[in-house]
């Protein structure tokens, strides 16, 4: 197997998990949160609750609110390792264990304190956490679910105080013991350095593996059918235009039980996936597919001043991770682990009835975790400092400028539109994240009040996207008689991909990088509550032609870099490789050039023809190196070709140490 992620963008992930987690001053606390799952769930509730358990007591405790009044609820562990498909909805053949009953309170909590039996739980790992209705089989009285995540098993199975051993026999360490670690499912993730990243290898590879060829025992489609690895993770209309009418993405065309799964004219002509993001007894709106490049900086969660945050919106507090366009894109918990649950049931069934173990297989624990690993591993692990940046050309380095100053001036208490572009506040060094906040920050932005969408000339008959959240509204958007669900709010993505994900927005509104930088100055925008801060500060925009093109040639920039940086680090990968692997890689490595040379054509203007020419000659050498089969040849011409991208970065910028 061959993964193509980072393995130290991996571990750059794990240690900012850790830090935050031992900061918290409970190391030895495990936190899961039990929400209802579409894929896993018995009936639909608003209930929600969090197990937390003490992993050197023993001392458990769950608590969940909101749950039906009628009926009594109990909590079960599940060990899925027993049952014929191994999946993560518990089934006949895991090994379950009962805790007890829920007492409700007069709070309107319903609770349970209990502390676990070491002796009754050898040989059991905790795969799940279940909230279910009394007296009922748990595939049909589970209302609750969570998991540990990548993070949390990785954490407490690499700790040299953690019992990792699978049986009821502690292993003996070096420091104090967790006598209930052991229940955490291992994470591949050895002690010592070096072993470690042979694992953290190996895990991505088996999730790049699942990613790319697994279907799910569905229609045929796998995760990598519209996240490709060699587009940036994502689809285009140009990509789609050279695919076979075979591919399983038309799948809608060929297969008469799918056809109502896509609208095959907004999929060829926009790039655009039907998505029921508000339910399935719902219509679907339709969306861009987002890329999966550096979402470790992209998916944290805002929190509010409410809940000990800076935002000015309080996110669902069950809601683990940012991800989809709407920022509520993955189920249940809304973690990234679950994204694949979501995207299996919406995208991959044989039919649209889209039940479980029939339509389609549920993933395992372990397929989850290994694609959780292989996603995290994508494109960086951490943002651009840009105050360590300066730009060898006048025009990106004024680009900068604009972006990077943040709120407008007040002169003479008037507010001046046109010396900034109002770009840091919520893209801190071109990322996704706000400087308010540091995390992402959902806003409405107007993007759905634009006149004259194309997918609505192309289909008048869609329904309004609402974005973030499922309540309903009227009024929405550019149509003002229509019902949409959701509260107008968009996630934030990262621009440092811009240049190279084209078309714009979550519906693929805007064609070109120009065009969506220049479509802040309309008054979708500028009537938008995203033209003003929480404290009512000036967010509007008013830029000249010329500006708008200093942003864009700024943004193309940092793209290239970014371009140079991952196709450098896939060509190491590829010389230590043999056979089809190291091809494989080097594609992909040749992939970035080409896309490093695209994004800086594609603005027209050419502020580093030196750079171009380098980066060229690279892409020339790469496609030599390709085709040679004599092992030192072929690394002498990547490492030429690595040389000549690091010159074409020089030429470009100076970066301060």
């Known amino acids: 197997m061959l993964g193509n992620g980072n393995v130290a963008a991996l571990r750059s992930v794990l240690d900012r998990w850790k830090a935050r987690h031992e900061q918290r001053g409970e190391a030895e606390i495990l936190k899961v949160s039990l929400v209802h799952s579409p894929a896993l769930s018995a009936a639909t509730t608003q209930g929600r609750g969090e197990l937390r358990l003490n992993l050197l007591t023993g001392a458990l405790e769950v608590k969940a609110r909101g749950l039906p009044a009628e009926g009594h609820y109990e909590v079960w562990l599940a060990d899925n390792r027993g049952g014929a498909s191994r999946a993560v909805k518990p089934e006949e053949g895991d090994r379950l264990i009962r805790l007890g009953m829920l007492t409700r ?19 059991f790992e905790l795969d799940q956490a279940i909230i279910a209705r009394r007296g009922e089989p748990l595939e049909q009285g589970g209302l609750l679910f969570g998991a540990p995540n990548l993070m949390q098993r990785a954490y407490f199975s690499a700790q040299p105080w953690s019992l990792t051993a699978s049986d009821d026999e502690p292993r003996k360490s070096a420091g104090p013991a967790l006598p209930f670690a052991f229940l955490l499912p291992k994470a591949a993730v050895a002690q010592t350095p070096s072993a470690d990243a042979a694992s953290l290898e190996q895990l991505i590879a088996r999730g790049r593996q699942i990613f790319v060829e697994e279907t799910f025992d569905g229609n045929g489609r796998t995760c990598a059918t519209c996240h490709r690895p060699d587009n940036n993770h994502t689809i285009d209309p140009r990509y789609i235009a050279k695919l076979p009418a075979s591919d399983p993405l038309f799948v809608a065309e060929y297969n008469p039980d799918l056809k109502e799964l896509e609208k095959p004219t907004l999929l060829r002509q926009m790039g655009l996936i039907l998505a029921n993001v508000d339910g399935f007894d719902k219509p679907g709106v339709m969306r861009s597919v987002p890329h999966l490049l550096a979402l470790p900086t992209s998916i944290d969660v805002e929190v509010c001043a409410e809940h000990g945050g800076k935002g000015d919106f309080c996110e669902d507090e069950a809601f683990a991770n940012a991800l989809g366009w709407s920022g509520d894109g993955s189920p249940g918990t809304g973690s990234l682990r679950e994204f694949a649950l979501g995207a299996i049931t919406q995208h991959m069934p044989k039919t649209l009835g889209r039940v479980p173990q029939v339509d ?15 996603m995290l591993s994508l494109g960086r692990s951490e943002d651009i400092d840009l105050s360590k940046l300066s730009f060898n050309s006048p025009l990106v380095q004024q680009g900068k400028l604009l972006f990077d100053v943040k709120e407008n001036p007040v002169r003479n208490g008037e507010v001046v539109l046109g010396e900034t572009a109002n770009c840091n506040g919520c893209h801190q060094n071109a990322g996704a994240n706000s400087s308010t906040t540091q995390a992402n920050p959902t806003r409405n932005t107007g993007v759905e009040n634009m006149r004259n969408p194309p ?36 996630n934030t993505p990262p621009l440092i991909e811009a240049a190279d994900t084209a078309p714009f927005f979550h519906n693929n509104s805007v064609n070109t990088l120009e065009e969506a930088i220049a479509s802040y100055n309309g008054d979708s925008f500028n009537l938008s509550p995203g033209a003003k801060t929480s404290s009512g500060k000036d967010r509007r925009v008013k830029l000249e032609s010329s ?21 450098n680090s896939l060509s190491r990968k590829s010389m230590d490789l043999r056979g089809k692997n190291a091809k494989e890689t080097l594609k992909l490595a040749m992939a970035d050039t080409e896309d490093a040379i695209e994004v800086l054509q594609g603005g027209m203007l050419l502020p580093y023809p030196e750079a171009l020419a380098r980066l060229e000659q690279a892409l020339a050498l790469e496609r030599k190196a390709l085709h040679t089969e004599i092992g030192p040849i072929r690394n002498l011409r990547l490492h030429k070709a690595i040389a000549l991208k690091l010159q074409a970065k020089a030429l470009m910028v100076t970066e301060q140490p």
Do not use: H, M
């Open 360 to 374: 389609f297989r549920l993933p395992t624990d372990e397929e989850l975790t290994a694609l959780e690993a292989y």
């Open 105 to 123: 309170t007069d709070d309107g909590w319903a609770t349970l304190r209990t502390t676990l039996e070491r002796a009754s739980l050898a040989g």
């Open 547 to 567: 500006q708008v093109t200093a942003i864009a040639l700024f943004l193309r920039t940092l793209n290239a870099i970014e371009n140079i940086r991952s196709s």
């Open 455 to 490: 997918a609505f000339l192309l289909d008048p008959k869609l329904a309004v996207d609402g974005g973030f959240g499922k309540d309903e509204q009227v009024s929405c958007g550019f149509s003002q008689d229509q019902t949409c669900y959701g509260n107008g709010r968009f």
